[in-house]
């Protein structure tokens, strides 16, 4: 160090409080404190060398108008990610993250969720990849190939994108991992993320980015859902305000004329989940937390608070009490009808317990912060009752039902389960005319208020198996796979019925709240379908 600079150099009081506190400075030696500064930036520059040559994406591949001569690095990295973060999730952390991984990686590969939807942002780069590769950009291609993506949100947040994910239909889709930011956090804890908000500092990001890129891929099952219900007579002629519905379930585009599903006289609703559809009781607790945390959002700052907050909500709202409080006509049995199809066959009614006043249609072995409802079946009951584990990609869902808290604080045994009712590909409730006007239902995380029919009106909610999308997890992966040779009930998987899929129409596949994606027509992309 020049002893000129050291000699002049003076302490402002204001730039105290910008030394980190591992600096002493010490009056018997005026280098010390700029010695240590050398230090942290040496190491800054090491961490930074480092994450540039395993995550860094240049900004040519991520802007179309950046020039590509000055910003291209020697070697293509080996784990190039995106970053998408809902900076209103996990209270103050979901900006803290956002400012952490910015700090970290190029800010243009890192997207706040509440400035810029996923969707075009996907659209934007995979296009201007395309663009690159087809001026014979070798980076590029490998950029794509290594490609992964990362989110952090809740439960509703990570659905957003592996909806929109899945509809571009890429011709090589990145895998995806999930950063818990939520209140369930059902997603991430499913593939060994974890369930509790994570650290914001620079190393908890920088140990995360590792476990992203020391992740192995993994497929999951996703679901289509349909919910349709006879137009009203008179009145408005919206049946539900469409801020009420779940983004999942297209909450501002009710299905177009001109699609199959369209019925004249009907309002139809579609979405898809990734980890749960449920109904009754449990979707009416969570209807009053988010209720709650719109009106009040200043007391649903932290994981702890809002999840003390919930289990107060569930003795608020008769969850403990359920005989006493809610009439059997409120019960799932009396409410709706509800038939299920195997892989490949005929309807069947399902019988529903009169007792159930909730029911749980799973994809993932985690529900209510990472609680498995359905449990592992014993050999009698797959032998007798054609059950089995909980798989994520074998194309049934898991259907189970509780009576009420009570019977639903057996799961917090080892071996407790919820009442399994069955396993499907399809599942069909029909509601008709009853004792009750409304219900309560829920997505991945997101509920709402059902209105029921009066008179001659039928409301049917239909889900169906739609696809599968890669997630990355970690060794701690608490999801099943049928592939997996480590699995102890592996077993081959069912053939898909080509002719089926091919009969559904393609606006069927439009998933999740990416309804607004479209690949200009004068922008030659065959390669994306």
Same mark, same amino acid.
């Given at each position: ?159 957003? =994108?592996?909806?929109?994910? &899945?509809? %571009? !239909? *890429? ?8 950063? $818990? #930011? ?121 994981? =702890?608070?809002?999840?003390? &907050?919930? %289990? !107060? *909500? ?8 359920? $005989? #006493? ?205």
């Amino acid at each position: 160090m020049n002893p000129n600079i050291a000699k002049s150099f003076t302490v402002d009081v204001r730039f105290l409080f910008l030394i980190p506190p591992n600096i002493c400075i010490r009056k018997d030696n005026p280098y010390t404190f700029l010695s240590q500064l050398e230090l942290m930036a040496d190491s800054e520059s090491v961490i930074s060398n480092n994450v540039h040559r395993d995550f860094y994406i240049p900004t040519y591949i991520l802007a179309p108008g950046a020039s590509s001569n000055s910003i291209r690095l020697p070697d293509v990295p080996t784990c190039p990610v995106l970053v998408f973060i809902n900076s209103k999730s996990g209270g103050q952390l979901g900006g803290e993250l956002l400012r952490t991984f910015r700090h970290l990686l190029n800010k243009y590969q890192v997207f706040d969720l509440g400035e810029e939807a996923p969707d075009s942002v996907l659209r934007r780069l995979y296009l201007n990849i395309e663009r690159l590769k087809s001026i014979g950009d070798q980076f590029a291609a490998e950029i794509e190939e290594r490609m992964r993506i990362i989110v952090a949100g809740g439960d509703g947040t990570a659905g957003w =994108l592996l909806g929109v994910v &899945s509809d %571009l !239909k *890429l011709s090589q889709p990145p895998p995806i991992a999930t950063v $818990p #930011l939520g209140t369930g956090n059902n997603l991430p804890f499913a593939f060994g993320w974890g369930k509790k908000n994570p650290g914001t500092d620079l190393n908890s990001v920088i140990s995360f980015l590792k476990q992203v890129m020391n992740a192995k891929e993994m497929k999951m099952d996703s679901w289509h859902i349909l919910m349709r219900m006879r137009a009203p007579k008179g009145g408005s002629c919206d049946p539900i305000a469409p801020l009420e519905l779940p983004h999942s379930l297209h909450a501002f585009h009710r299905v177009s004329p001109s699609d199959e599903l369209n019925v004249e006289g009907f309002h139809t609703f579609r979405g898809g989940f990734w980890n749960y559809f449920s109904m009754g009781m449990d979707a009416q607790v969570s209807y009053a937390f988010h209720s709650e945390r719109k009106m009040n959002p200043d007391k649903f700052k932290n994981q =702890l608070v809002n999840q003390s &907050s919930y %289990l !107060k *909500l569930g003795c608020t709202q008769g969850w403990f009490f359920a $005989p #006493l409080v809610h009439p059997s006509s409120r019960n799932i049995a009396q409410l709706t009808k509800v038939k299920i199809m195997k892989k490949q066959g005929e309807w069947q009614d399902l019988q529903i317990p009169p007792s159930v006043r909730s029911i749980v249609c799973l994809n993932l072995p985690s529900f209510s912060g990472g609680l498995n409802p359905w449990g592992t079946p014993n050999s009698n009951k797959r032998r007798y009752r054609d059950l089995t584990p909980p798989f994520v990609d074998d194309g049934l869902l898991e259907v189970v039902g509780f009576r009420d808290a009570w019977h639903g604080l057996v799961l917090l045994a080892p071996k407790g389960h919820g009442t399994r009712l069955a396993q499907a590909h399809r599942i069909r409730f029909e509601f008709h005319k009853g004792a009750a006007d409304h219900t309560f239902m829920r997505i991945d995380g997101e509920p709402w208020k059902q209105p029921l029919p009066e008179n001659d009106g039928t409301v049917v909610v239909e889900i169906s198996h739609l696809g599968q999308v890669k997630m990355l997890s970690t060794h701690d992966c608490r999801a099943k796979s049928i592939h997996d040779p480590s699995s102890q009930f592996n077993h081959e998987a069912d053939e898909v019925d080509s002719d089926e899929e091919n009969s559904v129409d393609e606006e069927r596949k439009k998933f999740g709240a990416a309804d607004t994606f479209k690949i200009p027509d004068e922008v030659d992309v065959s390669s994306l379908s």
